[in-house]
T-cell receptor, first 112, second 115 residues
Framework: DAKTTQPNSMESNEEEPVHLPCNHS???????IHWYRQLPSQGPEYVIH???SNVNNRMASLAIAEDRKSSTLILHRATLRDAAVYYC?????????????FGKGTRLHILP | DSGVTQTPKHLITATGQRVTLRCSPR?????VYWYQQSLDQGLQFLIH???????AKGNILERFSAQQFPDLHSELNLSSLELGDSALYFC??????????????FGEGSRLTVL
Protein backbone atom coordinates (compact mmCIF):
# COMPACT_ATOMS: atom_id res chain seq x y z
CA ASP A 1 0.00 0.00 0.00
CA ALA A 2 1.11 3.52 -0.76
CA LYS A 3 2.61 5.36 2.20
CA THR A 4 1.59 8.72 0.80
CA THR A 5 -1.76 10.46 0.33
CA GLN A 6 -2.48 12.85 -2.51
CA PRO A 7 -5.63 14.52 -3.85
CA ASN A 8 -7.10 12.68 -6.83
CA SER A 9 -7.11 15.72 -9.07
CA MET A 10 -6.35 19.42 -9.20
CA GLU A 11 -6.87 22.24 -11.66
CA SER A 12 -4.78 25.26 -12.34
CA ASN A 13 -4.65 28.05 -14.86
CA GLU A 14 -1.88 28.28 -17.35
CA GLU A 15 1.05 30.51 -16.35
CA GLU A 16 0.08 30.41 -12.68
CA PRO A 17 1.92 28.60 -9.89
CA VAL A 18 0.70 25.16 -8.84
CA HIS A 19 1.09 23.64 -5.40
CA LEU A 20 0.63 19.87 -5.28
CA PRO A 21 0.34 18.50 -1.73
CA CYS A 22 1.39 15.14 -0.38
CA ASN A 23 0.89 13.70 3.09
CA HIS A 24 3.26 11.09 4.45
CA SER A 25 2.53 11.00 8.16
CA UNK A 26 4.34 7.69 8.76
CA UNK A 27 7.59 8.79 7.13
CA UNK A 28 10.74 7.42 8.72
CA UNK A 29 14.00 9.25 9.26
CA UNK A 30 15.66 7.50 6.33
CA UNK A 31 12.84 8.03 3.82
CA UNK A 32 13.55 10.31 0.87
CA ILE A 33 10.56 12.07 -0.70
CA HIS A 34 10.44 11.69 -4.46
CA TRP A 35 8.12 13.13 -7.07
CA TYR A 36 7.52 11.67 -10.50
CA ARG A 37 5.09 12.66 -13.19
CA GLN A 38 3.48 10.73 -16.00
CA LEU A 39 2.54 12.59 -19.14
CA PRO A 40 -0.22 11.10 -21.31
CA SER A 41 0.87 7.93 -23.10
CA GLN A 42 4.34 8.01 -21.56
CA GLY A 43 6.24 6.33 -18.78
CA PRO A 44 6.74 8.21 -15.51
CA GLU A 45 9.65 10.62 -15.31
CA TYR A 46 11.60 11.89 -12.33
CA VAL A 47 10.83 15.41 -11.17
CA ILE A 48 12.61 16.07 -7.89
CA HIS A 49 13.51 14.55 -4.54
CA UNK A 50 14.54 15.67 -1.07
CA UNK A 51 15.21 14.49 2.45
CA UNK A 52 14.78 17.40 4.86
CA SER A 53 15.58 20.69 3.17
CA ASN A 54 13.65 22.40 0.41
CA VAL A 55 14.99 21.63 -3.06
CA ASN A 56 14.92 23.43 -6.37
CA ASN A 57 15.71 22.25 -9.86
CA ARG A 58 14.90 23.36 -13.38
CA MET A 59 11.54 21.59 -13.35
CA ALA A 60 10.11 22.38 -9.93
CA SER A 61 10.63 23.11 -6.24
CA LEU A 62 9.99 20.79 -3.34
CA ALA A 63 8.92 22.23 -0.01
CA ILE A 64 9.19 19.81 2.92
CA ALA A 65 7.40 20.48 6.19
CA GLU A 66 9.57 20.81 9.26
CA ASP A 67 8.14 17.60 10.75
CA ARG A 68 8.50 15.92 7.31
CA LYS A 69 4.96 14.59 7.48
CA SER A 70 3.95 16.48 4.39
CA SER A 71 5.50 18.04 1.32
CA THR A 72 4.47 20.22 -1.58
CA LEU A 73 5.62 20.12 -5.17
CA ILE A 74 5.63 23.60 -6.65
CA LEU A 75 5.46 24.28 -10.36
CA HIS A 76 6.27 27.95 -10.57
CA ARG A 77 4.55 28.73 -13.83
CA ALA A 78 2.35 25.96 -15.18
CA THR A 79 2.15 25.32 -18.90
CA LEU A 80 -0.19 23.06 -20.83
CA ARG A 81 2.67 20.57 -21.06
CA ASP A 82 2.59 20.17 -17.28
CA ALA A 83 -0.78 18.42 -17.46
CA ALA A 84 0.05 14.99 -16.09
CA VAL A 85 -0.38 12.62 -13.17
CA TYR A 86 2.02 13.53 -10.37
CA TYR A 87 3.17 10.86 -7.95
CA CYS A 88 4.68 11.43 -4.53
CA UNK A 89 6.57 8.40 -3.20
CA UNK A 90 8.91 7.54 -0.36
CA UNK A 91 12.17 5.67 -0.80
CA UNK A 92 13.98 4.32 2.23
CA UNK A 93 17.74 4.78 2.05
CA UNK A 94 18.22 1.77 4.32
CA UNK A 95 15.90 -0.63 2.50
CA UNK A 96 17.62 -3.19 0.33
CA UNK A 97 14.29 -4.69 -0.73
CA UNK A 98 12.91 -1.58 -2.34
CA UNK A 99 9.34 -2.03 -3.56
CA UNK A 100 8.85 1.62 -4.55
CA UNK A 101 5.09 1.82 -4.11
CA PHE A 102 3.29 4.40 -6.21
CA GLY A 103 -0.25 5.43 -5.33
CA LYS A 104 -2.75 6.79 -7.84
CA GLY A 105 -1.18 10.23 -7.78
CA THR A 106 -2.77 13.59 -8.52
CA ARG A 107 -4.07 14.27 -11.99
CA LEU A 108 -3.24 17.88 -12.78
CA HIS A 109 -5.41 19.70 -15.30
CA ILE A 110 -4.10 22.94 -16.76
CA LEU A 111 -6.68 25.38 -18.06
CA PRO A 112 -5.63 27.64 -20.96
CA ASP B 1 14.75 9.18 -24.11
CA SER B 2 15.25 7.54 -20.71
CA GLY B 3 17.66 4.91 -22.02
CA VAL B 4 15.33 2.08 -20.95
CA THR B 5 14.06 0.01 -23.85
CA GLN B 6 10.93 -2.09 -23.71
CA THR B 7 9.70 -4.47 -26.38
CA PRO B 8 7.23 -5.02 -27.83
CA LYS B 9 5.48 -1.65 -27.64
CA HIS B 10 2.12 -3.19 -28.43
CA LEU B 11 0.91 -6.76 -28.18
CA ILE B 12 -2.51 -8.23 -28.87
CA THR B 13 -3.21 -11.79 -27.91
CA ALA B 14 -6.01 -14.11 -26.86
CA THR B 15 -7.09 -15.42 -23.48
CA GLY B 16 -5.15 -18.43 -22.31
CA GLN B 17 -2.03 -17.48 -24.22
CA ARG B 18 1.46 -16.69 -22.90
CA VAL B 19 3.56 -13.63 -23.69
CA THR B 20 7.01 -12.37 -22.81
CA LEU B 21 7.80 -8.70 -22.30
CA ARG B 22 11.40 -7.59 -22.50
CA CYS B 23 13.24 -4.75 -20.80
CA SER B 24 16.75 -3.49 -21.43
CA PRO B 25 17.84 -1.19 -18.60
CA ARG B 26 20.07 1.85 -18.98
CA UNK B 27 23.70 1.00 -19.42
CA UNK B 28 25.21 0.34 -16.00
CA UNK B 29 21.91 0.09 -14.13
CA UNK B 30 21.71 -3.04 -12.01
CA UNK B 31 18.16 -2.69 -10.64
CA VAL B 32 15.09 -3.45 -12.71
CA TYR B 33 11.51 -2.90 -11.56
CA TRP B 34 8.31 -4.04 -13.23
CA TYR B 35 4.97 -2.25 -12.89
CA GLN B 36 1.47 -2.87 -14.19
CA GLN B 37 -0.87 0.00 -15.01
CA SER B 38 -4.47 -0.81 -15.87
CA LEU B 39 -6.82 1.76 -17.36
CA ASP B 40 -7.06 4.82 -15.12
CA GLN B 41 -5.19 3.02 -12.36
CA GLY B 42 -1.98 3.87 -10.64
CA LEU B 43 1.25 2.00 -11.02
CA GLN B 44 1.10 -1.40 -9.35
CA PHE B 45 4.49 -2.72 -8.29
CA LEU B 46 5.13 -6.26 -9.50
CA ILE B 47 8.73 -7.22 -8.84
CA HIS B 48 12.27 -5.88 -8.36
CA UNK B 49 15.52 -7.50 -9.49
CA UNK B 50 19.04 -6.44 -8.66
CA UNK B 51 21.99 -7.86 -10.56
CA UNK B 52 20.10 -11.03 -11.38
CA UNK B 53 18.64 -11.61 -7.95
CA UNK B 54 15.00 -11.12 -7.00
CA UNK B 55 14.84 -8.50 -4.24
CA ALA B 56 11.19 -7.69 -3.69
CA LYS B 57 7.78 -8.88 -4.81
CA GLY B 58 4.57 -6.98 -4.95
CA ASN B 59 1.10 -8.23 -5.82
CA ILE B 60 2.36 -10.32 -8.69
CA LEU B 61 0.06 -13.12 -9.78
CA GLU B 62 1.35 -16.69 -9.76
CA ARG B 63 0.70 -16.77 -13.51
CA PHE B 64 3.35 -14.07 -13.89
CA SER B 65 7.06 -14.61 -13.53
CA ALA B 66 10.16 -12.60 -14.22
CA GLN B 67 13.90 -12.95 -14.39
CA GLN B 68 16.95 -10.82 -14.92
CA PHE B 69 19.71 -12.24 -17.07
CA PRO B 70 23.52 -11.91 -16.73
CA ASP B 71 23.52 -9.10 -19.30
CA LEU B 72 21.02 -7.35 -16.96
CA HIS B 73 18.08 -7.34 -19.32
CA SER B 74 14.87 -8.59 -17.80
CA GLU B 75 11.83 -10.46 -19.03
CA LEU B 76 8.32 -10.57 -17.62
CA ASN B 77 6.41 -13.69 -18.54
CA LEU B 78 2.62 -13.65 -18.41
CA SER B 79 0.80 -16.93 -18.87
CA SER B 80 -2.78 -18.20 -18.99
CA LEU B 81 -3.76 -14.69 -19.91
CA GLU B 82 -7.11 -13.29 -18.85
CA LEU B 83 -9.01 -10.23 -20.07
CA GLY B 84 -8.09 -8.43 -16.86
CA ASP B 85 -4.40 -8.70 -17.67
CA SER B 86 -4.84 -6.10 -20.36
CA ALA B 87 -2.70 -3.19 -19.20
CA LEU B 88 0.42 -1.15 -19.72
CA TYR B 89 3.49 -2.84 -18.32
CA PHE B 90 6.38 -0.57 -17.40
CA CYS B 91 9.93 -1.38 -16.65
CA UNK B 92 12.18 0.97 -14.71
CA UNK B 93 15.86 0.83 -13.94
CA UNK B 94 18.23 2.44 -11.51
CA UNK B 95 21.88 2.04 -10.73
CA UNK B 96 21.63 1.26 -7.03
CA UNK B 97 20.10 -1.44 -4.89
CA UNK B 98 18.81 0.53 -1.98
CA UNK B 99 16.35 3.39 -2.09
CA UNK B 100 17.18 6.83 -0.91
CA UNK B 101 18.19 9.42 -3.43
CA UNK B 102 18.44 7.30 -6.54
CA UNK B 103 16.43 8.18 -9.62
CA UNK B 104 14.26 5.70 -11.48
CA UNK B 105 14.26 5.70 -15.26
CA PHE B 106 11.14 4.31 -16.91
CA GLY B 107 10.69 2.82 -20.31
CA GLU B 108 7.79 3.75 -22.58
CA GLY B 109 5.89 0.63 -21.63
CA SER B 110 4.44 -2.39 -23.38
CA ARG B 111 0.72 -2.24 -24.01
CA LEU B 112 -0.87 -5.67 -23.72
CA THR B 113 -4.36 -6.27 -25.00
CA VAL B 114 -5.98 -9.61 -24.26
CA LEU B 115 -9.03 -10.43 -26.38
Amino acid sequence: DAKTTQPNSMESNEEEPVHLPCNHSTISGTDYIHWYRQLPSQGPEYVIHGLTSNVNNRMASLAIAEDRKSSTLILHRATLRDAAVYYCILRDAMNRDDKIIFGKGTRLHILP
Amino acid sequence: DSGVTQTPKHLITATGQRVTLRCSPRSGDLSVYWYQQSLDQGLQFLIHYYNGEERAKGNILERFSAQQFPDLHSELNLSSLELGDSALYFCASSVELVGGSGELFFGEGSRLTVL
